[in-house]
């Protein structure tokens, strides 16, 4: 069982786990396989990407109850000879890791934000209290699920196309029917890639406010971001602007945080930036250790003025 | 018909200090993690349409007991709570076989709620391996509980869209922190809650007394290096110079 599956419904991630999926499966000698459940696109794409593929039919792609999914993911385990199952770390991904490797017996790591191989051995590096570690972990059992994180590795470009072999399973009666699919506000920007970001926290008192941050975000030459309530909560941004443990993880060389508590759940998501300013009246709240440069002020005072500062571009 | 909030008591993340880059979490008070109390704050508001209890269930070590006071004054009827000192480290999939164990012996659930991903260890697998292990239909990250007879009908809010799936009962389902704010109690009300009903199992009671093969090995645990200037800034001009350094001509 030294060979790899891997899944995802999303085409980017799928790609990115191509890359994965030769990592793992050249440091254990094996080969590769990518699984598609219905998706005759996701197949093709697939094999594009040089992997080599097994088709599963089904009537919904994806299908809504991730027990078919993980029904359809045992059999071409089992078909492929694989030990390693790899999936992404997005929702769904995290929902069919839990309930496959239970149906396999098996150990599995999510949120994968590293991995290594050494001596025959794949350690998962992940996030744990809240992002104040990081827990370097194994799987003991025969075979193992890993659900990377988004971004982790880089999408695998086109290649000598793959083969698409079908196999016929029966998947299990749903027991999960899908009502209706509503598609959520999101933005083109990816904030994982921005060189600028200037947060914007629950000490942003006002909507109206939101202008002022945008204004000095693209003088700058950035993009907006923000904490969790901000977008979950308050629902002033996209959630796919949420930096940290549930959100991104961003790498700019300059963030500005205004009204951030600065939390540890907030905190792994932005401790990789360059240079790190914060604004906030209260001078105890974590964010003022982990910042380079600290304001203590109230924003309602100092925002408009700081925003005069840029040109209204 | 009964709604069961699977809670996990965890160290307040916010008081856990790093030393020597590990944490040090000797003193650091235990409490329920905060999308579990969320879970629980949406159990409370179904109160109208299930005429059942809501039980927190938990497995823990010998301090769950007085953890769970606070969840029984946020609205829980009654506690059924696992305890046994091996249950601190305890991998996902083991606890997993205790939760559905205990599940099984609640009798008559629904609805059964855990949170999107545990505070500490965030790894949102516990909820998928009990719905597993119980063979019941899950839905993950759901922002919103609709019970309508037999069904349960529930809006999933995925990266990119949200679906609304229905099933029958009874359900397992995951729920994000937006789906309710978690109630805060008064200090009366937590002394009140010592005296709702608890049921304590230990791990010989649900027959998984055994020695249980750990399925993830734990390697190594470090906060990551990262120092700051922590330079403190006197005025709305410093910081203007900081930003105008960082700015590309
Ligand atoms: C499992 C889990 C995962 C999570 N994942 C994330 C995540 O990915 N990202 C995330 O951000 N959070 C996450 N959280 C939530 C996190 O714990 C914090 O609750 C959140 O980051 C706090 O957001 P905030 O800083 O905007 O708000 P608050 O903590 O409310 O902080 C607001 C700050 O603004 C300051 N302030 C108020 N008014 C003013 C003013 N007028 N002028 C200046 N300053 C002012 C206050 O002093 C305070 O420090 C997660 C939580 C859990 C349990
Ligand atoms: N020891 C535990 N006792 C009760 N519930 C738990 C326990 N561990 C995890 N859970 C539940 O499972 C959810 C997901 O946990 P995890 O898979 O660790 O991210 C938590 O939000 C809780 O609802």
């Known amino acids: ?313 | 018909m009964n709604i069961v909030i699977a809670m996990k008591q965890v160290p307040d993340l916010q008081q856990v200090r790093i030393r020597d880059r590990r944490p040090v979490l000797e003193g650091v008070p235990l409490l329920m993690g905060d999308i579990d109390r969320s879970a629980l704050a949406a159990a409370v508001a179904l109160q109208d349409v299930v005429a059942g209890k809501r039980i927190v269930l938990s497995a823990g070590d010998e301090n769950l007991e007085d953890t769970v006071k606070e969840a029984l004054a946020a609205g829980a009827d009654e506690a059924a709570l696992v305890i046994d000192n091996r249950l601190r480290d305890a991998d996902s999939a083991f606890i997993a076989k205790v939760l559905a164990e205990a599940v099984r012996r609640i009798g008559d659930v629904g609805l059964l709620l855990f949170g999107e991903g545990s505070a500490d260890n965030y790894s949102g697998q516990v909820m998928s391996r009990v719905a597993a292990i119980l063979g019941w239909p899950q839905a993950g990250y759901v922002r919103e509980i609709r019970l309508e007879g037999g069904k349960a009908v529930l809006t999933r809010s995925l990266e990119d869209c949200e679906e609304v799936v229905e099933a029958d009962l009874p359900v397992v389902a995951s729920v994000v922190s937006e789906i309710a704010q978690p109630v805060t109690p008064s200090v009366t009300a937590i002394l009140r809650a010592g005296r709702k009903p608890k049921t304590v199992w230990g791990l010989s009671d649900l027959g998984l007394e055994g020695p249980q093969p750990k399925v993830v090995e734990n390697l190594e645990q470090l906060a990551p290096l990262g120092e700051r200037k922590g330079i403190v800034l006197k005025s709305l001009e410093d910081l203007l110079a900081v930003l105008r350094a960082k700015e590309k001509p």
């Open chain 1, 1 to 313: 069982m030294k060979n790899v599956l891997i899944y995802s419904e999303r085409l980017e991630l799928a790609a990115e786990l191509v890359s994965a999926g030769r990592f793992v499966a050249s440091a254990a000698g094996g080969s590769l396989r990518a699984l598609s459940v219905g998706d005759a696109d996701l197949a093709g794409f697939l094999a594009s990407r040089g992997a080599d593929v097994l088709e599963i039919r089904s009537a919904e792609q994806p299908p809504a109850d991730p027990a078919q999914i993980a029904q359809a993911l045992r059999v071409a385990a089992e078909s492929a000879g694989a030990g390693v199952i790899l999936l992404a770390s997005n929702r769904r991904g995290k929902e069919i890791a839990g309930r496959l490797a239970q149906e396999l017996g098996a150990g599995c790591l999510t949120d994968v934000g590293r991995l290594e191989a050494a001596e025959g051995r794949i350690t998962g590096v992940r996030n744990a209290l809240g992002g104040a570690t990081e827990v370097f972990q194994a799987v003991t059992t025969e075979r193992q699920v890993l659900a990377l994180r988004p971004g982790v590795f880089a999408a695998a470009p086109e290649a000598a196309p793959g083969a698409v072999q079908f196999l016929d399973v029966p998947l299990p009666e749903p027991k999960i029917r899908l009502r209706e699919t509503r598609a959520k506000a999101g933005d083109a920007v990816d904030i994982g890639r921005a060189e600028v970001l200037v947060v914007v926290g629950q000490g942003l008192a006002d909507r109206e406010d939101l202008a002022l941050a945008e204004r000095i975000a693209r003088a700058l030459g950035g993009e907006v971001a923000c904490t969790k309530p901000v977008a979950t909560d308050r629902r002033w941004l996209a959630e796919d602007r949420i930096v940290g443990l549930s959100g991104k993880t961003c790498r700019p060389a300059l963030a500005l945080l205004l009204g951030v508590s600065g939390q540890v759940q907030f905190s792994v998501g932005i401790r990789d930036a360059g240079t790190i300013a914060a604004i906030n009246r209260d001078d105890q709240a974590p964010v003022a250790s982990l910042s380079d440069y600290f304001l203590q002020a109230d924003l309602k005072a100092v925002l408009p003025d700081l925003a005069g500062r840029f040109p209204d571009t």
